[in-house]
């Protein structure tokens, strides 16, 4: 496969200009929960529907994009990570087709992985900056969910993934990494957290759990790149 990105553009209306002069220092990763790229690329081009995002990557790596990076796309909805509220103007959201029900095939992988890169150096965002769609909306939203390849991502320097620290305390250093505690109930935050990091976890909270939110938020307590 070429390492040479091509990019089909089909510009949605629904964008506008980044609030507070903001630039994005945030990517934001989700599905489409749809049938099909194409079917996704309509509903995000659609006035009614008031929704869209930068890019959607099609399940054989075609990139369509739906918004100029620049602009602020509205991918995200209600949520926080961090003290950034307004997602949307702070962020580039990147759309994969995938119902939410399958694995994610390598050739859109892989063209998520080269279009990462070259949004990541251009807006300098750094690997902990890169969040799921359901890390900053604990309980109203689940993408990309259990099936993405967190790991893969940080392999390649390209999102983190933690070790384990001292267990400390997890709602606390949950709020540290970003996750928005108090927002929502206690449980959605763990949910999210090992939708993510621990997919095949379930139960109550765990000394694990805690060891690793520990170590996620002692290596990388959520701060912005540009204020």
Not at 29 to 48: D, G, K, N, V, W
Not at 153 to 159: D, F, N, T, V
């Amino acid at each position: 496969m070429s390492n040479t990105l091509t990019i089909c553009d089909v510009i949605s209306p629904n964008q506008g200009a980044r609030r507070e002069a903001a630039r994005p220092d945030l990517l934001v990763i989700h599905y489409t929960a749809m049938q099909s790229a194409e079917a996704a690329i309509a509903r995000l081009c659609a006035p009614e529907a008031e929704v869209s995002a930068h890019y959607v990557i099609s399940e054989c790596g075609q990139i369509t994009r739906l918004v100029p990076e620049e602009m602020r796309a509205w991918h995200a909805g209600a949520g926080r990570w961090g003290d950034v509220t307004d997602v949307n103007s702070h962020s580039i959201g990147i759309e994969l087709a995938n119902r939410g029900n399958h694995p994610f095939p390598e050739p859109q992988l892989a063209r998520l992985e080269l279009l990462m890169s070259e949004i990541m150096a251009r807006w300098s965002i750094p690997p902990e900056r890169v969040i799921g769609h359901s890390d900053m909306a604990p309980g109203r939203k689940g993408d990309p969910g259990a099936r993405f390849d967190w790991a893969r991502l940080a392999r390649g320097g390209l999102s983190v993934w933690p070790d384990a620290g001292s267990a400390g305390e997890f709602y606390a250093d949950a709020e540290r990494f970003g996750y928005p505690v108090g927002d929502v109930e206690d449980t959605l935050i763990l949910e999210a957290f090992r939708l993510r990091f621990r997919p095949w976890a379930s139960g109550r909270l765990s000394c694990e759990d805690a060891a690793l939110m520990s170590g996620l938020a002692a290596r990388w307590p959520c701060k912005r790149v540009f204020v």
